[in-house]
Protein backbone atom coordinates (compact mmCIF):
# COMPACT_ATOMS: atom_id res chain seq x y z
CA UNK A 1 0.00 0.00 0.00
CA UNK A 2 1.07 3.42 -0.94
CA UNK A 3 1.21 6.20 1.72
CA UNK A 4 2.37 9.91 2.11
CA UNK A 5 2.76 11.65 5.64
CA UNK A 6 2.71 15.12 5.39
CA UNK A 7 3.16 16.13 9.20
CA UNK A 8 2.97 19.82 9.76
CA UNK A 9 -0.67 20.74 9.23
CA UNK A 10 -0.26 24.72 8.76
CA UNK A 11 2.76 26.49 8.98
CA UNK A 12 2.58 30.14 9.54
CA UNK A 13 5.37 33.15 8.43
CA UNK A 14 5.63 36.33 7.59
CA UNK A 15 5.70 37.56 3.95
CA UNK A 16 9.69 37.35 2.86
CA UNK A 17 10.46 34.36 4.82
CA UNK A 18 11.71 30.76 3.33
CA UNK A 19 9.54 28.23 4.11
CA UNK A 20 10.27 24.09 3.53
CA UNK A 21 7.05 22.14 3.55
CA UNK A 22 8.10 18.58 4.16
CA UNK A 23 6.63 15.40 2.46
CA UNK A 24 7.53 11.44 3.47
CA UNK A 25 6.04 8.37 1.28
CA UNK A 26 6.14 5.09 1.37
CA UNK A 27 5.68 2.72 -1.60
CA UNK A 28 6.53 -1.11 -2.81
CA UNK A 29 6.78 0.29 -6.29
CA UNK A 30 10.27 0.57 -7.69
CA UNK A 31 8.62 3.14 -10.66
CA UNK A 32 6.72 6.20 -9.05
CA UNK A 33 6.04 9.28 -9.56
CA UNK A 34 6.11 11.75 -6.52
CA UNK A 35 3.41 15.41 -7.37
CA UNK A 36 2.89 18.50 -5.60
CA UNK A 37 -0.44 20.63 -5.83
CA UNK A 38 -1.87 23.92 -4.59
CA UNK A 39 -5.12 24.37 -3.46
CA UNK A 40 -5.76 28.18 -3.24
CA UNK A 41 -8.96 29.25 -1.31
CA UNK A 42 -10.74 29.15 -4.21
CA UNK A 43 -10.86 25.75 -4.38
CA UNK A 44 -9.32 24.16 -7.05
CA UNK A 45 -6.32 22.07 -7.00
CA UNK A 46 -3.09 23.40 -9.29
CA UNK A 47 -0.39 21.05 -10.46
CA UNK A 48 2.96 22.64 -9.38
CA UNK A 49 6.16 19.58 -9.93
CA UNK A 50 5.83 15.99 -10.90
CA UNK A 51 9.23 14.15 -10.18
CA UNK A 52 10.01 10.00 -11.32
CA UNK A 53 11.52 8.19 -9.09
CA UNK A 54 14.50 7.73 -11.21
CA UNK A 55 15.36 11.50 -11.57
CA UNK A 56 17.01 12.60 -7.73
CA UNK A 57 17.90 15.80 -9.42
CA UNK A 58 16.63 19.02 -7.04
CA UNK A 59 14.49 21.57 -9.25
CA UNK A 60 13.94 24.97 -9.34
CA UNK A 61 11.16 26.68 -10.74
CA UNK A 62 11.35 30.74 -9.72
CA UNK A 63 11.02 30.91 -5.88
CA UNK A 64 9.50 27.79 -5.69
CA UNK A 65 12.37 24.34 -5.32
CA UNK A 66 11.89 20.80 -4.19
CA UNK A 67 14.35 18.21 -2.79
CA UNK A 68 13.75 14.76 -4.00
CA UNK A 69 15.89 12.33 -1.36
CA UNK A 70 15.21 8.63 -2.47
CA UNK A 71 17.31 7.79 0.34
CA UNK A 72 14.90 9.01 3.16
CA UNK A 73 12.00 8.61 1.06
CA UNK A 74 11.31 12.44 1.08
CA UNK A 75 10.17 15.28 -1.37
CA UNK A 76 10.16 18.37 0.29
CA UNK A 77 9.30 21.78 -1.26
CA UNK A 78 10.73 25.02 -0.26
CA UNK A 79 9.08 28.21 -1.26
CA UNK A 80 11.71 31.44 -0.97
CA UNK A 81 10.49 34.85 0.08
CA UNK A 82 7.21 33.73 0.68
CA UNK A 83 4.53 35.84 -0.47
CA UNK A 84 0.86 36.56 0.88
CA UNK A 85 -0.45 34.87 -2.70
CA UNK A 86 1.55 31.53 -1.63
CA UNK A 87 -1.65 31.24 1.01
CA UNK A 88 -2.60 27.86 0.32
CA UNK A 89 -3.07 23.92 1.50
CA UNK A 90 -0.57 22.09 -0.48
CA UNK A 91 -0.72 18.67 -0.90
CA UNK A 92 1.62 16.25 -1.41
CA UNK A 93 0.81 13.15 -3.57
CA UNK A 94 2.46 9.13 -5.15
CA UNK A 95 1.71 7.41 -7.62
CA UNK A 96 2.62 4.40 -8.79
CA UNK A 97 3.12 3.27 -12.33
CA UNK A 98 1.58 -0.04 -13.03
CA UNK A 99 -1.70 -1.96 -14.65
CA UNK A 100 -3.77 -1.04 -11.74
CA UNK A 101 -4.04 2.35 -12.89
CA UNK A 102 -1.94 5.38 -11.66
CA UNK A 103 -4.09 7.00 -8.97
CA UNK A 104 -2.42 9.53 -7.01
CA UNK A 105 -1.99 8.67 -3.05
CA UNK A 106 -2.43 12.40 -1.47
CA UNK A 107 -1.14 13.46 2.21
CA UNK A 108 -3.17 15.23 4.41
CA UNK A 109 -1.78 18.66 3.26
CA UNK A 110 -0.20 21.49 5.05
CA UNK A 111 -2.00 24.84 5.36
CA UNK A 112 0.43 27.45 4.87
CA UNK A 113 -0.27 30.93 5.85
CA UNK A 114 1.72 33.93 4.53
CA UNK A 115 1.42 37.02 6.73
CA UNK A 116 2.27 40.46 5.45
CA UNK B 1 -8.02 27.01 -16.38
CA UNK B 2 -7.30 23.16 -16.49
CA UNK B 3 -9.24 22.27 -19.66
CA UNK B 4 -11.52 19.99 -16.99
CA UNK B 5 -15.09 20.81 -16.94
CA UNK B 6 -17.45 19.74 -13.97
CA UNK B 7 -20.63 21.07 -13.36
CA UNK B 8 -22.56 21.61 -10.68
CA UNK B 9 -19.89 23.61 -9.37
CA UNK B 10 -22.56 23.54 -5.94
CA UNK B 11 -25.23 21.11 -5.29
CA UNK B 12 -27.22 21.37 -2.10
CA UNK B 13 -29.47 18.26 -1.45
CA UNK B 14 -31.54 16.19 1.64
CA UNK B 15 -30.39 13.33 3.17
CA UNK B 16 -31.58 9.89 1.35
CA UNK B 17 -31.72 11.76 -2.49
CA UNK B 18 -29.70 11.39 -5.53
CA UNK B 19 -27.32 13.88 -7.40
CA UNK B 20 -25.47 13.43 -10.68
CA UNK B 21 -21.93 15.01 -11.00
CA UNK B 22 -20.39 15.82 -14.28
CA UNK B 23 -16.97 15.50 -15.51
CA UNK B 24 -16.17 16.61 -19.14
CA UNK B 25 -12.43 15.63 -19.77
CA UNK B 26 -9.78 17.97 -20.97
CA UNK B 27 -9.66 17.61 -24.88
CA UNK B 28 -7.80 14.61 -26.16
CA UNK B 29 -7.39 13.15 -22.52
CA UNK B 30 -8.98 9.58 -22.78
CA UNK B 31 -9.04 9.01 -19.00
CA UNK B 32 -11.35 10.51 -16.48
CA UNK B 33 -10.39 9.76 -12.26
CA UNK B 34 -12.49 10.98 -9.74
CA UNK B 35 -11.46 11.92 -5.86
CA UNK B 36 -13.55 12.93 -3.14
CA UNK B 37 -12.19 15.51 -0.53
CA UNK B 38 -13.60 15.60 2.77
CA UNK B 39 -12.88 17.03 6.48
CA UNK B 40 -12.56 13.20 7.54
CA UNK B 41 -11.33 11.62 5.10
CA UNK B 42 -9.21 14.12 3.29
CA UNK B 43 -8.26 13.33 -0.75
CA UNK B 44 -9.08 10.12 -1.55
CA UNK B 45 -9.29 8.47 -5.24
CA UNK B 46 -12.77 6.99 -5.92
CA UNK B 47 -12.47 5.60 -9.21
CA UNK B 48 -10.88 5.62 -12.90
CA UNK B 49 -12.38 5.27 -16.26
CA UNK B 50 -10.52 4.68 -19.94
CA UNK B 51 -12.06 5.14 -22.93
CA UNK B 52 -15.52 4.12 -21.42
CA UNK B 53 -14.30 1.28 -19.35
CA UNK B 54 -13.39 0.88 -15.41
CA UNK B 55 -9.78 1.16 -14.91
CA UNK B 56 -9.49 1.26 -11.55
CA UNK B 57 -11.68 1.32 -8.23
CA UNK B 58 -10.40 3.22 -4.60
CA UNK B 59 -12.53 3.93 -1.75
CA UNK B 60 -15.85 4.45 -3.44
CA UNK B 61 -19.14 3.45 -1.79
CA UNK B 62 -21.70 0.88 -2.95
CA UNK B 63 -23.92 3.65 -3.25
CA UNK B 64 -21.89 5.66 -5.12
CA UNK B 65 -21.23 4.66 -9.16
CA UNK B 66 -19.99 6.36 -12.34
CA UNK B 67 -19.67 5.86 -16.40
CA UNK B 68 -17.89 7.40 -18.83
CA UNK B 69 -19.57 7.86 -22.26
CA UNK B 70 -18.76 7.62 -25.70
CA UNK B 71 -17.98 11.15 -25.65
CA UNK B 72 -15.62 10.88 -22.79
CA UNK B 73 -17.23 12.74 -20.38
CA UNK B 74 -18.01 11.20 -17.10
CA UNK B 75 -20.57 10.86 -13.88
CA UNK B 76 -20.57 10.45 -10.51
CA UNK B 77 -23.57 8.77 -9.01
CA UNK B 78 -23.98 9.24 -5.35
CA UNK B 79 -27.55 7.70 -4.21
CA UNK B 80 -29.25 7.70 -0.76
CA UNK B 81 -27.32 10.50 0.32
CA UNK B 82 -26.05 10.29 4.08
CA UNK B 83 -24.55 13.92 6.32
CA UNK B 84 -21.04 12.41 5.45
CA UNK B 85 -21.47 12.79 1.63
CA UNK B 86 -21.24 16.39 2.45
CA UNK B 87 -17.63 16.79 0.41
CA UNK B 88 -16.09 18.51 -2.49
CA UNK B 89 -15.73 16.15 -5.75
CA UNK B 90 -12.98 16.56 -8.11
CA UNK B 91 -12.94 14.94 -11.55
CA UNK B 92 -9.37 14.78 -13.19
CA UNK B 93 -8.18 13.85 -16.31
CA UNK B 94 -4.90 12.68 -18.44
CA UNK B 95 -4.02 11.30 -22.28
CA UNK B 96 -3.85 7.72 -20.98
CA UNK B 97 -4.25 5.70 -17.61
CA UNK B 98 -0.38 5.63 -17.52
CA UNK B 99 0.26 9.36 -18.54
CA UNK B 100 0.86 11.74 -15.57
CA UNK B 101 0.23 14.41 -14.51
CA UNK B 102 -3.90 14.57 -13.80
CA UNK B 103 -5.29 17.30 -14.51
CA UNK B 104 -8.30 18.70 -11.85
CA UNK B 105 -11.06 20.56 -12.57
CA UNK B 106 -12.64 23.31 -10.18
CA UNK B 107 -14.42 20.62 -8.53
CA UNK B 108 -18.30 20.12 -7.57
CA UNK B 109 -19.00 21.02 -3.81
CA UNK B 110 -21.99 18.97 -2.43
CA UNK B 111 -23.56 19.94 1.18
CA UNK B 112 -25.88 17.45 2.52
CA UNK B 113 -28.63 18.80 4.56
Known amino acids: AQKVTQAQTEISVVEKEDVTLDCVYETRDTTYYLFWYKQPPSGELVFLIRRNSFDEQNEISGRYSWNFQKSTSSFNFTITASQVVDSAVYFC?????????????FGGGTRLMVKP | DSGVTQTPKHLITATGQRVTLRCSPRSGDLSVYWYQQSLDQGLQFLIQYYNGEERAKGNILERFSAQQFPDLHSELNLSSLELGDSALYFC????????????FGDGTRLSIL
Open chain 2, 92 to 103: ASSVSPDSQPQH
Open chain 1, 93 to 105: ALSGLNNAGNMLT
